[in-house]
């Protein structure tokens, strides 16, 4: 049985070191993630596949205490819902990333905190692969 990817191009996989996929403005060295054809600040086409830093800098979270509307949400419901926190880290001062946090406990959360990219299990595709995302723990 195969890992996949949640969708192509977000995350480097298989890897033993897996980064997030991102890009860069050749002319303004805006960085972005996902990755994007054109620039958000100067509009320009020159981007360049930028791999991320694995560790970043938790910048604000909140946690998520009822299943989300689905689609786009996937998980579980009812009585198997179980509350998740998602947050925005920032990578290397470059970027913020909204993702989800393995942590669930709010008290052991702080705004500062270290953080590490982990790829995630999801659930599985229709050919019984594992589908795997990309999340966020505290180091």
Known sequence: MAQVPLA???????SDDPR??????SACA????????SCPRCALTEMVSKPLARRGRLWAWTTQNFPPPSP????ASGKD???????????????KVEARLMETDPAKLQN?????????PLGKNTDGDDIV???FTAC
């Open 20 to 25: 997030l996929l991102g890009s860069e403005c």
């Open 72 to 75: 786009p949400y996937a998980g």
């Open 112 to 120: 500062g905190m270290e953080m590490e990219l982990v790829i995630v």
């Open 133 to 135: 995302t990309f999340a």
């Open 81 to 95: 819902f179980k509350p998740f926190a998602v947050g925005y880290v920032e990578l290397s001062g470059e970027v």
């Open 30 to 37: 805006m960085v972005t993630f996902p990755s994007q054809d």
């Open 8 to 14: 192509a191009g977000l995350f480097s996989w298989p």
